[in-house]
């Protein structure tokens, strides 16, 4: 399953819980306002570090760009991939899965 | 609802999840899907429903909308069976988490830890989430 | 693939119209085919002909229009959500149908991937 992650998590808590729910070997893409929890040396990094075992993370170049993060160190292992990644994410995944 | 629908599609059954993860009333989210909840049932599908996170808060027991001038819909959510909607999942981590039991629900349903939910997730074909 | 699109939010608002017409464009490019994008919510907002923004900012309405029109993208507005909201058939810009929450469900049974966009 991919999971999409668009909202902040100092803002809401659906990275949480989708940290708390995606099954092991799960793809996990960080959009839009999401891409603050691929940050490094924040006060989430720990949590969404600590898994980076179980899952494998994605952050969309163009969100964090705009944002002005492109130059911001990211957590280890995580990819930057453009749309056409992320329409790529979700062929090579069964399910697209929202938390919205 | 006075919609017609072709009730000879032709088409797979698949495993549809509506996730719910948000209050009632705050937001019109849990009323609207609801009605794609009775919509997926007319067209036979597979039809599975979870509540966490503030979902939770949309089966409690005891809502009265009459100060907020807002229709209550909750009973709508123990007709589902009626609609042969009858796979209604709670996380049990949430409710806890917001102090309820499965006591405090209007309707019955299947609480689910985490890691029984996420199983349940995972072997779904399409997961519409609010 | 067959690509179903459920847009929950309105223009401007959220980033979800964009960041679904930035993904059907994409796809688009990649040679798959999008069975629907489907309007719920406030997503109904992303039909009206009368939206104005600046000069200056895309607009919103319009790309969508240009999505059906180029690449034949059906762009489904649900009538409930619609009537809610003052949408209705004379306010649809070009592209733009109003149907029933059948169509969603059709999508996510035709279409290879349901993805959706939302808050």
Known sequence: MLHLVNKSPFEKNSLSSCLRLAKNGSGILLMEDGVFGALHKTSVTDEVAGRSGDFKFYVLGPDLAARGLSEKPLIDGIEIIDYEGFVDLTTEHDVVNSWL | ?130 | ?119
């Open chain 2, 1 to 130: 609802m006075a919609e017609e629908y072709e009730d000879n599609v032709d088409g797979p059954v698949k495993r549809f999840l509506f996730v719910n993860r948000k209050a009632p009333y705050g937001t019109v989210y849990a009323l609207e899907s609801l009605e794609v909840v009775l919509i997926s049932a007319a067209f036979d599908q597979d039809v599975s429903l979870v509540f966490m996170d503030d979902g939770v808060f949309q089966i409690v027991k005891n809502q009265d909308t009459d100060g907020i001038g807002i229709k209550n819909f909750s009973k709508t959510y123990r007709a589902l069976d009626g609609y042969d909607v009858e796979k209604l999942y709670v996380e049990k981590e949430s409710l806890e988490a917001r102090g309820l039991s499965e006591d405090d629900l209007l309707v019955d349903v299947e609480v689910l830890d985490s890691k029984a939910l996420s199983d349940l997730m995972d072997a779904q074909d399409v997961v519409i989430t609010s």
């Open chain 3, 1 to 119: 693939m067959k690509f179903g699109i459920l847009v929950n939010e309105g223009p401007y608002t959220h980033q979800a119209s964009d960041s679904a017409i930035q993904f059907v464009t994409a796809a688009l490019k990649k040679g798959h085919e999008i069975v629907r994008v489907f309007f719920y919510h406030d997503g109904v907002n992303n039909s009206t002909k009368f939206s104005d923004p600046p000069s200056d900012d895309r607009n919103i309405v319009n790309l969508w229009s240009a999505l059906a029109d180029k690449h034949g993208v059906e762009l489904i507005v649900c009538v409930a959500a619609a009537m809610r909201r003052g949408i209705n058939d004379d306010s649809l810009a070009p592209g733009f149908q109003i149907s029933g929450l059948g169509q969603l469900v059709e999508a996510g049974m035709q279409a290879d991937r349901l993805v959706v966009f939302g808050d």
